[in-house]
């Protein structure tokens, strides 16, 4: 009774911030829904297993320090509203909830690519945090040893990946839903196995339905640059 309790406070404290959004409530809960169905909204954050869902963009003992002290330096900036930790489950649908009616709720079973380990610090350890008002996302990233390739270096695919997703979330929290079209990468140095990177990626125009952004990957000291990427995502047609 007390670990649903402390789960629905942080539902409710997610959900707080999420209705001041302009697009996440359209893909995270319905508006339909009264006031006085609070509670069941909060649950229904947490949906699918209200009881297990796990946020994985929270600190856990795998994180370096480095990675501990970026997470603690955009905390702190988002006391000032500037910033806001983006939740991050396993399941994609999870984030879609509102496409699924109550009665219509599929066993999920499928997994966010880059959240499909049950185990941390093998994978994509990443927390992001996105700017409204600047349109623009980073996220700390600790590359895990299932994450090789060359040997004790981040395989440039595992890269590909934190960039889309850094884009996809920033573009996802500036219009709503839409897909990657096109992702260029220049890779400038490796990334060291368990080392923490910080990607920085902003929206440069949109264009229609076209949003293109541009994104860099450096070390936390932003001495080293691994990586400069661009991007065009596409944002889905109303009847998609
Ligand atoms: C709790 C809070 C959580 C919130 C935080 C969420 C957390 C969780 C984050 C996870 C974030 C993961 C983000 C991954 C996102 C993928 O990885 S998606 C998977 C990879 N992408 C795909 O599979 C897409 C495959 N391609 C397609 O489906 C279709 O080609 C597209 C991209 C949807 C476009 O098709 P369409 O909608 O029919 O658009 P279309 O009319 O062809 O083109 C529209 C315009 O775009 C242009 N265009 C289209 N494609 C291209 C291209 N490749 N190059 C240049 N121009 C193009 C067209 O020329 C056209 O331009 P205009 O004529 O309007 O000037």
Known sequence: MFRCS???????????????????????????????????RALRVTWPCAEEVKDFSLTNPSWSPNMRNLYNKYMELSQQESWKRLPSYNATATHLIEQYPDSAKPQVTTRLFTRNLDVEDLGFEYVMFYNQAEQRTVCSFQAGPYLESPIGFAHGGAIAAIVDTTSGA???????????????????SPITLGSTVEVQCRVDKIEGRKIFLSTEIRSVNSQVLHAEATALFIQMKMSE
């Open 170 to 188: 920033c573009t996802i929290c500036t219009v709503g839903k839409v897909k990657t079209a096109n992702l260029n990468i220049n890779y400038r």
């Open 6 to 40: 402390v789960r629905l406070i942080k539902g409710l404290t997610q959900i707080t911030w999420l209705q001041e959004q302009p697009v996440l409530p359209n893909l995270l809960y319905r508006r339909s829904v009264p006031a006085a169905y609070l509670p069941s």
